[in-house]
């Protein structure tokens, strides 16, 4: 099982509490996570990735392993301790402004 981490605004939207655990049919990716989570709460879709090009949103980030994963592919595997859910994939929003 996968386990991720969404921001609280995310979390009110999905209504659910805590981390949410998924089960990843093939290869885990960030892609495979976030089709995952988007079947299982349709209310995300569009969220943390546009609809039509499946490209992250500016102010999301993906870590895992004190890593910012944001800027990987989609289909690069995610690292083994989150695959063996001993870490969570955090799915954060970033801020901006000055």
Do not use: W
């Not at 509490?17 to 879709?45: F, K, Q, W």
């Not at 943390?48 to 910012?68: G, L, S, V």
Request: proline share 8%; hydrophobic share 45%.
């Amino acid at each position: 099982m996968i386990r991720v981490l969404l921001p609280q605004h995310l979390r009110t939207l999905a209504h659910v509490n805590g981390e949410v655990l998924l089960d990843i049919a093939g290869p885990a990716t960030v892609g495979s996570v976030l089709d995952t989570l988007e079947a299982h709460y349709p209310m995300l879709r569009g969220t943390i990735r546009d609809h039509a090009t499946k490209r992250r949103r500016p102010f999301i980030r993906f870590f895992a392993c004190e890593q910012d994963l944001s800027h990987e592919l989609p289909e690069a595997p995610l690292p083994e301790a989150v695959v063996k859910g001993v870490e969570p994939l955090l799915i954060v929003g970033a801020m901006a402004g000055g």
